[in-house]
């Protein structure tokens, strides 16, 4: 069974008088343990697609299957549940809790998850050594780099162990050298067997995937398996 | 799912986002500050002249009728009453051996005003009683030191008195009373009991008395007092027949003709807290008028700033619910915001009014003690929550708003 199922997924928006097609009709299926890239330029739809594969958002049409579940008619509650069980979110602006530190960001999911609060705090603790920060636990967002933000964000969207990791130009607020970092953090997730999707206009970003879903005008433009996905180790192996 | 780990992240959100706008969050307690302020003292104030009025009042005891030419409590013509006739002591003589439904009957004759004096100390403004053995009980009074007017007292007219506790201890702080030589009026009388203390109402100090036997009273005072029956029913449950009786009887005492009306007045003290009642009444629907204004305004202050807050973190709401935060969640979030500072108001409110009511119930007491003011637990408990009240009630059209914020458009805002 395919983790995903999307079938001629619509989005429409109503923009005062006139109707915008965001998204005309996508079908789709993703297995479990794919790492995926959605590239588009901006307009394409692409985002439309991002927010509604994350249960942010609800289709004007069409169906979608996660992990047999139709979430495509869900409640806002039920869409809460299943957005905190089966995705976890990577942002380009990272989108972290000025005013926590980063333990407490990671713990958030949890908190949600109704997890008793000293078992959350130790797998909090322990997705934050996974990703390279035990060092940086008690620091704010201000206080760390961009990396270490987006490493914060990556372990609060691993710690509720979700079906779907799913990143939004995940390297766009980041220096290329800290972006291949993140790139090889996710290579290494997707190894573990996490399912991961990228979504991009960098096409330096789409090349590490194995499978690139290229949207335009709305629709599936192309749908390619890459052969031989660029490694990020050789190039971060340089001193 | 866990309500109480979501509790505890809205707690923990409310009070990093207080701390985060500490003078904001200070100015807009202002309102809820001043109506929590006023609806404790004024509470307190109630409170204190219910205790101190009970403390009195209860004294007398229900079931004592006084019979006088003024009513109590009575805001008419003043000399409607005055033109009527004394009541005299053979009066009270034939009432007393006509009354059939009575535990006791004394007679009672007084005067405001009078000044007692020992060696070179003097007491102004002393309420003087003239009494008989009965009084003590129908009185509903208790002899701390000493002993009270005996019938021997009165039949031979020994110039002894009993003195209320204020008085007693004014003239000696350090001795023992019983057996010392006081003047009242100029006239030397001696002490031969303390009564305990009583308290005051409204600035009419009962402990600052002196009762002596009637027939001094009679002799010393007054030749002919203007007397009030006093009378104690069998009963508290029978006090309504007694008082029909003494009524029929002090009528046809009186010569009062059939369709004629009373000429007398049978009070109880039923009529003081009926009086009272409505003054409280006033005092608190002020108090409760003042405080809902101010709660009112201090309410949409509440609002204003939590839709501010609102507005500001839309973006934190978007992040919230990306990670599976419900609509429930949300909104706890926010009314434990809007909670938290109305609590702070309510806090700084019973905090400020604190020290005010132990300041007016010190001054009280240094003057003879108009009311105690007390503060009780009851009080700061229903101040607090009232203040937590408005905050829910203020902040729940806000937190609503956030908590059905869309995600998506809640995470592009910046």
Known sequence: MSLIRIQNLARRYVMGTETVHALRGVSVQIERGEYLAIMGPSGSGKSTLMNLLGCLDTPSEGSYELNGKDVARMSDNELADIRNREIGFVFQSFNLLARADALHNVELPLVYAGVPPKERRERARQTLVNVGLGERMHHRPNELSGGQRQRVAIARALVNSPSIILADEPTGNLDSKTGVEILSLFEELSRRGNTIIVVTHEEEVALHARRVIRIRDGLIAADETNPHPRAVVASVSAP | MNL????????????????????????TTLG???????ATLVGTMINGMGEAFTRSVSSMGSDVLFIGRFPWMSFEDYRIYRNRRDITFAQYRELESRMTTAAAIAPQCEIHQSSVTYERRRAKGVWLLGNTPESLIIRGLTVAQGRWISASDVSSGRPVCVLGSYLAESFFPNDNPVGKKVRINDTPYEVVGVLDKMGSMLGWN?????????????????????????????????????????????????????????????NQQEAITKFFDGFKAVLGSFGFFVTGLSLFVGGIGIMNILFVSVTERTKEIGIRKALGAKRRSILTQFL???????????????????PISWK???????????????????????????????????GFIPAWRASRMNPVDALRSE
Do not use: H
């Open chain 2, 360 to 394: 007016i119930g010190e001054i009280a007491r240094a003057n003879g003690s108009v009311f105690e003011a007390r503060m009780s637990w009851w009080i700061v408990a229903l101040a607090l929550f009232v203040s937590a009240a408005t905050g829910m009630v203020a």
């Open chain 2, 4 to 27: 109480r780990s979501e509790l505890g992240e809205s707690a923990r959100i409310a009070v990093a986002a207080i701390r985060a706008n500490k003078l904001r969050s200070g100015l």
């Open chain 2, 32 to 38: 809820v500050v001043i109506g929590i302020l006023t």
């Open chain 2, 336 to 354: 434990m915001e809007a909670a938290g500072i109305t609590l702070l108001a309510g806090l700084i409110g019973v905090g400020i009014a604190w």
């Open chain 2, 206 to 266: 009962q402990d600052n008395q002196a009762v002596i036997p009637i027939s001094r009273f009679q002799d010393d005072i007054q030749r002919r007092p203007d007397y009030v029956i006093t009378v104690k029913a069998l009963s508290p449950e029978t006090v309504s027949e007694t008082l029909e009786e003494a009524r029929s009887l002090f009528r046809s005492i009186r010569k009062i003709e059939p369709g004629r009306p009373d000429d007398f007045a049978i």
